[in-house]
């Protein structure tokens, strides 16, 4: 990210940088799920497409009016609302940088239209944007430089482990069957995999799952309505939920607080870690002065300069004090 005063000149010209959402895809949620049966491990769907790319566009313009002027040192980001990278980045660029970043999630819509608006710098959007966005930001007087990805959306299909249906990969077409309206699939068997009941759930709420799902396997827009699903479908509201509806709530209770654990382990560790680093930094930041200061005074015997001791005192202290500050900033951001 560069730094928020290389984004406008005093001419009042901007920069609106649009990157990619974040693409953890081991750990995507269970965006649309399905339930009563077995791992589908080692394969996953198989597409005619390669994975979604989360697309980033460049936006640049010479005199938007719409470009609302920013505090002081200030980025505003826009984006999707799950696995986005750039709170994960925020937190560590604002240790080392006197700049601040304000991240709003919203969806990839918004974002493209937030972006084109002028209302923010950069977005974090789930999806490439689309012709009809593209030419409101023409309209705006902002010219699209090209696409920038950092990372791919996936969505995870998934059975229980306790059953086994016979099988471990889908098709793209088969996944359409399965979940689209008026699927004729309850079991299994239909598939050529084992005598196992078959039925469907998963969240409509959360918006990248949602968008890919809709786009790569439906072949409908997003968002997705309860009209373009087979008529079973178990709607969730959540990720969690959906887990829920799976494996079941008590189920689900266990692995979040052995998840919670692991977490508040990892920050500890990392924060211990973080702490060492500043530390070191700092300590070999004020040797460094120190021998500085102490070839000075040397020097200045041997010549016989005469100085004032006390003002002499407060500026090796204020060299002294950047220097470390400089150092753990260094680290901070290490």
């Known amino acids: ?68 002027s920013r505090p002081p040192n200030t980025v505003l980001v826009d984006g999707a609302t799950l696995d986005v990278l750039t709170p994960v980045a925020v937190d560590p660029f604002q240790s080392a940088s006197t ?120 072949a409908q827009p997003a968002p997705l309505t309860s009209a373009a699903l087979r008529g079973d479908f178990i709607a969730t509201p959540t990720t969690e939920a959906t887990r829920a509806q799976i494996v079941g709530s008590e189920r689900l209770t266990r692995a979040q607080a052995i998840a919670r654990r692991k977490l508040a382990a990892l920050r500890a560790q990392t924060a211990a870690q973080r702490k060492r680093l500043v530390n070191a930094a700092m300590a070999r930041a004020d040797e460094q002065v120190l021998r500085a200061i102490a070839a000075t005074n040397a020097r200045n015997r041997r010549l016989k300069i005469v100085v004032n001791t006390e003002q002499l005192d407060r500026h090796n202290a204020q060299i002294d004090t950047a220097a470390k500050r400089a150092a753990a900033l260094r680290a901070n951001a290490q």
């Open 1 to 68: 990210m560069r730094h928020p005063a290389a984004t406008r000149s005093p001419a009042g010209r901007a920069r609106a940088i649009a990157h990619s959402r974040s693409a953890v895809v081991s750990a995507r949620s269970l965006a649309l799920s399905l339930a009563g049966a077995a791992a589908l491990a080692g394969c996953g769907v198989s597409a005619r497409h390669p994975p979604a790319e989360r697309g980033a566009d460049i936006a640049r313009t010479e005199t938007n009016p719409l470009i609302s």
């Open 99 to 218: 700049g601040r970043v304000v991240f709003t999630a919203t969806n990839s819509r918004q974002a493209f239209a937030d972006l084109c608006d002028g209302k923010v710098d950069v977005i974090e959007p789930g999806r490439a944007i689309t012709p009809a966005e593209a030419a409101a930001c023409r309209r705006n007087h902002l010219e699209l430089l090209g696409g920038l990805a950092v990372g791919w959306d996936a969505v995870v299909i998934a059975v229980k482990n306790e059953a086994d249906i016979g099988g471990d990969c889908l098709t793209t077409q088969q996944a359409r069957d399965i979940f689209r309206a008026g699927s004729p699939y309850s079991n299994w068997s239909q598939l050529g995999f084992y005598d196992v009941p078959l039925a469907s759930t998963g969240s409509l709420s959360e918006p990248v799952p949602d968008e890919l799902f809709a786009r790569s396997v439906l």
